[in-house]
């Protein structure tokens, strides 16, 4: 008897004391527009407890469209929007006060998977290609990747708006299309039904915030704690996910409902080879590549104060602080 309310008394105890710890945690709604690995860091963040163990409760909200994800922060209905950062760029061009904390992912994250029959770049003259959406990643990829190798976007090729990854490459099996820009675990099912990668798109050398955190000034303003918070969870989430493979692929799967272990293996190996940043600082090189694809239609993009859409003070502090430097050593 005495045992038995023993055991009663401590888990009232333990009980308090994880609501205890649970009312410390900051609450905090973060968006995220991408359900592919361009995700990874901030699902392991959360998964993994990272987020907690900065003091924060995060809720992470799935809104398709970037535009639409970075509203929610700008109304602030969510406090931080993960996303390409051309969202907090230009809401700042039409009078927010967006501005990017940090670039996770910061070229073009994709690949131009191709028919067997293209060969090479100018095999695609006269063919049609597909992008998510005109203006977005995939369209500002293959349109530079074009230029690079003197074919016309708008005459040599037939750019088609396909509406999402995985239907570009339903497309491409039904005819209707002979490549497109598409990004893992979508390029990996590419690759293994045959289809031929003509090129990585980051090896162009781009700076594009593909993968960036957003925030409003107003937010930093009243909040600075929780961003910087934020900000650390997720330097430490991409040093975990570099350090973690098996913990990482299981989040992959989670969130991306794939199961096929070849696909989750070569999705991990891609993003974290080739493009997550453990020192992700966004840089004015990124906000000029956004702004050089929109100023001939907006005269407000043709300003060259590039530092005024980033918030890079937050991060440098981290850094200067040694944080960053002790989780490389860990």
Not at 260 to 279: F, S
């Amino acid at each position: 008897m005495k045992r038995k309310l023993l055991l009663v008394v401590v888990s009232m105890f333990v009980g308090v004391m994880v609501d205890a710890a649970s009312a410390q945690l900051r609450p905090l709604k973060v968006t995220y527009s991408a359900m592919s690995a361009a995700s990874l860091v901030t699902w392991v963040a959360k998964d993994a407890g990272i987020f907690q163990k900065h003091g924060l409760d995060v809720g992470l909200v799935y809104i398709a469209g970037g535009s639409m994800a970075m509203a929610t922060t700008i109304a602030g209905d969510t406090q931080i929007t993960q996303g390409i950062g051309s969202g907090a760029i230009l809401a700042k061009l039409s009078g927010a006060d967006t501005v990017m904390l940090a670039s996770i992912l910061d070229t073009t994250n994709q690949s131009l998977m191709v028919v067997p029959d293209v060969r090479t770049a100018q095999d695609l003259r006269g063919k049609r290609l597909g992008v998510t959406r005109y203006g977005s990643l995939s369209d500002f990829g293959i349109r530079r990747y074009l230029q690079t190798v003197n074919l016309d976007p708008e005459k040599d090729v037939r750019i088609m708006q396909i509406g999402g990854l995985p239907e570009i490459l339903a497309a491409m099996q039904g005819g209707s299309i002979q490549g497109g820009a598409i990004s893992s675990p979508t390029l990996t099912r590419a690759k293994m039904l045959g289809y031929r990668e003509l090129i990585d798109l980051g090896t162009l050398g781009i700076k594009y915030p593909a993968t960036s955190y957003m925030t409003t000034e107003a937010y930093i303003k009243s909040n600075r704690p929780n961003v910087t918070n934020f900000l650390k969870a997720i330097v430490e989430s991409a040093h975990f996910v570099k350090a973690n493979k098996e913990v990482s692929i299981n989040v992959l799967r989670k969130y991306t409902k794939t199961n096929e272990m070849p696909i989750l293996e070569d999705t991990y190996n891609i993003y974290v080879q080739r493009y997550i940043r453990l020192n992700p600082v966004s840089s004015p090189e990124e906000v000029k590549t956004i702004l050089d694809q929109v100023k001939d239609k907006d005269p407000r993009a043709r300003t060259t104060d590039y530092d005024s859409f980033i918030r890079g003070d937050l991060l440098r502090e981290i850094e200067q602080s040694g944080f960053i430097k002790a989780l490389s050593k860990s």
